[in-house]
């Protein structure tokens, strides 16, 4: 759960691994409290980005290290969840 700006978001994810080491995500469930909305299709895809967000996060994110300290990341060399992937797994 996380509360930004006076509105509460949680992500709930169904995800399983294969013997290979390869995750697969079958489910996500998305929620918001975020009192009265006059578009709910932009809700709707601030949930769906969060999503994405954190599944490039988790799936491809790394931290590294030389001599103890963080090395600066390089964001343009990670890849990003690709958008036909996401929206197989949105909607």
């Known amino acids: 759960m996380h509360e930004s700006f006076g509105s509460f978001f949680a992500h709930a994810i169904e995800a399983s691994v294969s013997k290979e080491g390869k995750v697969r995500v079958h ?5 918001v409290d975020c ?3 006059a578009n709910p299709d932009t809700i709707r895809a601030q949930i769906e980005g969060g999503a ?3 599944l490039t996060a988790a799936l491809y994110g790394e931290i590294t290290f030389e001599q103890g300290r963080v090395t600066p990341s390089r964001p343009g060399r990670r890849p990003t969840l690709p958008g036909s992937t ?3 797994r949105l909607g």
Not at 27 to 31: D, Q
């Open 52 to 54: 994405v967000f954190g």
């Open 35 to 37: 009192g009265p909305v």
């Open 27 to 31: 489910r996500i469930v998305g929620v």
């Open 86 to 88: 996401a929206a197989s």
